[in-house]
């Protein structure tokens, strides 16, 4: 399948430069449109504290100029934000601004709006854990490197919660990338879909189908127009719906694994969750299995502790539920796929937990 490409204008550099790290930092802050004071300060860094002659011809060159944007949108007000800024530090450094940055300023300052306002495209980049890569030029098949585009909404009020990039999702798909014989091959359905990210991950390992399900008609709209950005679409057996937890569906899907990230953000989507889980469960249980050998389905829910109070009741309903058993499953911190630079992950790191859901065994406990 086609994927979002993967920019190698920056990361191509990066094997000849004394600061391949900062660099390779900065390229990732760069495409999740970052804070500009932040990527401005680590570019100072490789200046000894100005914006040097020599960082300009590189931002030019390389960061400004990076592939990726030639086949995306680019957040024209974020860019003159940055380009702004950048010219101010240049004026101030001992080599004065550049004519190739003041050709980008100038340039930056004129150009249209091309996304629709409030909105923008973040990319993020994934791969196998270990050094600073040398160049990504491309992407594997198998989902060990790559990107990953999504549109997203500035303002998660106007553009609904599911328009936004929540830790626990990018969790849940790294997870899903580092245990690619998990979910190959496998029916795979998604509560809360929101942005998209976790089923982009899912088609790249290989799932069978994905159905990504969201209750929101605006965050239904924004996965689908992501899975095409990404290159996913139905030719891949991977399709949106709305669904709503409150629902029971006749004919519904039966999924080998359930899967949903930061689903418990209100004590009152506990019990519609719930429900959603064991009509799905059951649906697979009851009609799912004829005519082939398939695995008892589960449910993987991501969450990000936030709300210690609505964890604790999910879990002590989740435990004295009639049809339901949880577990929490044990995920290594640095797993065999990550996130590069993603420093708001990070963060949330010691707060991620991981919850499996399975139907209980007939007239037993857990």
């Known amino acids: 399948m086609a994927e979002a490409p993967c920019a190698s204008g920056p990361t191509a550099q990066l094997a000849a430069s004394p600061h391949d790290a ?5 390229t990732c802050m760069y495409r999740q449109l970052e804070r500009v004071p932040s990527i401005l300060e680590r ?5 000894q504290g100005q914006l040097s002659a020599e960082v300009q011809e590189w931002v030019v060159g390389a960061l400004m100029r990076d592939p990726y944007h030639a086949s995306h949108v680019i957040d024209v007000d974020y860019h003159r934000r940055l380009c702004k800024a950048l010219f101010a530090a240049a004026e101030r450094s001992d080599d004065g601004v550049t ?4 050709d980008e300023f100038e340039k930056r300052q004129c150009a249209a709006q091309q996304s629709r306002s409030g909105w923008c495209q973040k990319v993020w980049t994934y791969g196998v854990t270990g050094p600073v890569p040398g160049h990504l030029g491309t992407t594997a098949s198998d989902g060990a490197s790559g990107c990953i585009a999504l549109g ?19 969790w849940l798909a790294e997870y899903v990338l580092s245990n690619l014989a998990a979910f190959a091959g496998k029916h795979c359905v998604e509560l809360g879909c929101g942005a998209g990210v976790v089923g982009v991950a899912l088609a790249r390992v290989g799932a069978a189908s994905v159905l990504c ?7 239904v709209a924004n996965c689908d127009a992501n899975l ?10 991977v399709r949106t719906a709305l669904l709503r937890w409150e629902d029971d569906p ?5 999924p080998d694994c359930i899967l949903g990230a930061d689903l418990l953000y209100d004590p009152r989507a506990v019990a519609p969750l719930l429900h959603a ?17 398939r695995a008892p389905a589960a449910a993987l829910i991501a969450t990000v502790e936030r709300n210690p109070d609505t964890l604790a009741l999910f879990e002590r309903e989740a435990e004295r539920h009639a049809f339901l058993q949880a577990r929490r499953v044990a995920v290594p911190r640095v797993q065999a796929v990550s996130w590069h630079e993603f420093e708001a992950l990070e963060a949330a790191r010691p707060r991620l937990l991981l919850h499996e859901l399975t139907l209980r065994a007939p007239g037993g406990q857990s």
């Open 22 to 26: 900062v660099r390779w930092k900065i």
């Open 43 to 47: 570019l100072t860094s490789l200046g």
């Open 99 to 102: 004519d190739a940055l003041a």
């Open 152 to 170: 997203l909404s500035h303002d998660m009020l106007a553009g609904s919660t599911g328009c936004h990039e929540w830790e626990a999702g990018f």
């Open 213 to 219: 399900t969201d209750g929101s008609p605006e965050a």
């Open 228 to 237: 095409r950005l990404n290159g996913v679409g139905a030719g891949d057996n």
């Open 250 to 254: 006749a004919g519904g899907p039966m």
């Open 277 to 293: 889980v064991t009509w799905l469960l059951q649906n697979t249980a009851s009609h799912g299995g004829k005519g082939e050998r």
